[in-house]
């Protein structure tokens, strides 16, 4: 007889707890599939690829730089805007086509207004995903939570507050003009100083604290929510493979340690001596008197000292977004004159010498806008896909309760190399002709009575206009517009481009 050695051992216990998770996967997989009657109609499952055991689809996406060409690909393979796929062990569901992508977000938002379930959602915020602004299921403290944000995040054009944020705006970038011309002849990092910027921005405007440039402890809390932001927007495996998650130990202890000197400066610098001082409701003057009040009175749906923080640095967070995406765009008009040429130019239209662009101003710069926009659409990411919480149907086939939703984005589109102005038009009359849409939707919806299923979605209208634009664009005039460039277009697959945290 063979002596077994040790090594042997492990390579048989090995093969066989493959096979048995091969084995189990294949009857998960038989089990899950069905066809639902909803409302009469028989409702089939989306087509798409026969998933390999374990791995699900994923094999096919690692065929390409950028997920949203495996999905367009899938698309034409499989003749159907809807596709069926189970990436390692989620089922999914990718949906293409602004009117799909419409009946996911706006029309049957309430269907499909979860988050997906993934482990390091709950390790980044404090061990329940509950915490976070964009990875939560609707509750009611959610409803809560975006309802106490509304004034402070949506301020109506031209009321008190719009008019505070674009003072507050003027003067930073006021402060960052003249820091430059100090400079003079000196490199300067843009970065670091773009994102000050947006963060005193977000901080003056939600909290009425302001931080100099030299603010050790501002410039570590700034860098420390780049860091995690870009984690963030990564898209792991380990989200569809759990198993894999021990992989992600250190990088998870080192993500939970920015967050924690975060807290540390939020609750030192900010919110400590609001709450001390409190005694009764106090009027609310900003977003901070706003949750101080919530909290210390107790009001309904209560809220903890820990909700609250999380609420408080997900908002401020927000910079982060901003900043990175100024540094983006900073960086795609660098290389293209003929863009920045035409948005001089319009902005010289105003008539405004010597003063900066303001808030104001926004109507009559749509080419400006439109560069925004199609950097958004660009470098949007898709790490928020939305989960069915019963079973619905999308274009007639089924959604089923516990699919992940992720639409198709077509981020792969390039930015092209000359942004004409007709094209630029068009991209912003279909996002405004989206935006009020949207707002039509929730006004009709209001009047029956559903407004907070809507609400959520409606008010979301940055990410559908991101897609509505990619939607609507028509393909043939971007692939027009690619073989102008032939040769000399840089995408997102293009290292230089690579967008990273930025
Ligand atoms: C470059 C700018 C930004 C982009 C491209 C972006 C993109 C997105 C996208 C695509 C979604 C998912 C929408 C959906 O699934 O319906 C989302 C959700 C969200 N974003 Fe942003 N975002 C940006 C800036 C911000 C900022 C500045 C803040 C905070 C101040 C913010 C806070 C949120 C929140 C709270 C959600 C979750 C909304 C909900 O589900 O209720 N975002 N964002």
Redo the contacts with the bound molecule.
């Keep these: 007889m063979i002596p077994l050695t040790a090594t042997t051992c492990f390579l048989i216990a090995i093969t066989f707890l493959a096979l048995a998770l091969i084995l189990l996967d294949h009857l998960r997989s038989k089990k899950t599939a069905k066809n639902v009657i909803l409302d009469d109609h028989v409702l089939p499952e989306p087509p798409g690829p026969r998933p390999w055991p374990i791995l699900g689809s994923l094999h096919i996406l690692g065929r390409y730089d950028v997920p949203y060409k495996a999905f367009a690909d899938l698309v034409r393979d499989y003749d159907c805007q809807v596709i069926k796929l189970r990436m390692g062990s989620v089922p999914c569901v990718v949906v293409n086509g602004l009117e799909n992508i419409r009946e996911v977000?706006t029309i049957k938002g309430h269907h499909f207004?979860s988050?997906p379930n993934f482990a390091r959602y709950h390790l980044l915020f404090g061990g329940n995903k509950e915490n976070s602004?964009?990875?939560?299921n609707?509750s009611d403290v959610?409803k809560a939570r975006?309802d106490m944000?509304r004034a402070h995040?949506f301020p109506r054009a031209f009321s008190a507050r719009y008019n505070e944020l674009n003072q507050i705006i003027g003067e930073e970038m006021d402060f960052m003009i003249n820091h430059l011309d100090s400079l003079s002849n000196t490199n300067v990092h843009a970065k670091p100083l773009i994102l000050h910027s947006c963060a005193n921005v977000?901080i003056t405007y939600l909290c009425s604290k302001n931080f100099h440039l030299e603010h050790d402890g501002f410039r570590h809390m700034v860098a420390n929510f780049d860091k995690v932001f870009f984690e963030v927007n990564q898209g792991y495996a380990a989200d569809f493979l759990p198993f894999l998650m021990p992989l992600h130990h250190r990088n998870m202890a080192r993500m939970a340690h920015w967050s924690h000197e975060i807290r540390r400066f939020v609750i030192k610098n900010i919110i400590s001596d609001r709450v001390n001082a409190w005694n009764g409701v106090v009027p609310e003057k900003d977003y901070v008197d706003c949750l101080i009040n919530h909290v210390k009175s107790g009001s309904e749906p209560q809220m903890s000292w820990n909700t609250a923080l999380f609420v408080m640095e997900?908002?401020?967070?927000?910079?982060t977004?901003?900043g990175?995406?100024l540094v983006k765009v900073l960086g795609f008009i660098a290389t293209r004159p003929n863009v920045q040429k035409v948005a001089q130019e319009e902005i010289d239209s105003l008539g405004i010498a010597g003063n900066f662009v303001g808030l104001e101003n926004r109507r009559s710069l749509p080419y400006v806008e439109a560069i925004i926009l199609e950097t958004?659409r660009i470098?949007?990411?898709?790490i928020?896909?939305?989960v069915a919480n019963q079973d619905s149907s999308i274009a007639e086939t089924l959604g089923t309760s516990n699919i992940n939703i992720q639409?198709n984005q077509e981020r792969h589109l390039h930015l092209p190399q000359q942004l004409r102005a007709e094209h630029v038009h068009r991209s912003m009359d279909v996002a405004r002709e989206i935006h009020t849409r949207q707002i039509r939707a929730k006004r009709k919806v209001t009047e029956t009575g559903t407004l907070s299923t809507v609400r959520?979605?409606s008010?979301?209208v940055?990410?559908?206009q991101?897609?509505a634009i990619s939607e609507l664009r028509d393909p043939g005039h971007v692939t027009e517009e690619l073989h102008d460039n032939a040769g000399e277009e840089r995408g997102l697959h293009d290292p230089d481009w690579e967008p990273c945290s930025a």
Excluded: K, M, Y
């Design positions: 977000l207004d988050r602004l964009a990875f939560c609707w959610q975006r944000l995040t977000f997900d908002i401020i967070g927000g910079h977004a901003i990175n995406l958004i470098i949007a990411s898709p928020v896909p939305h639409q959520r979605r008010e979301v940055h990410g559908l991101t897609r």
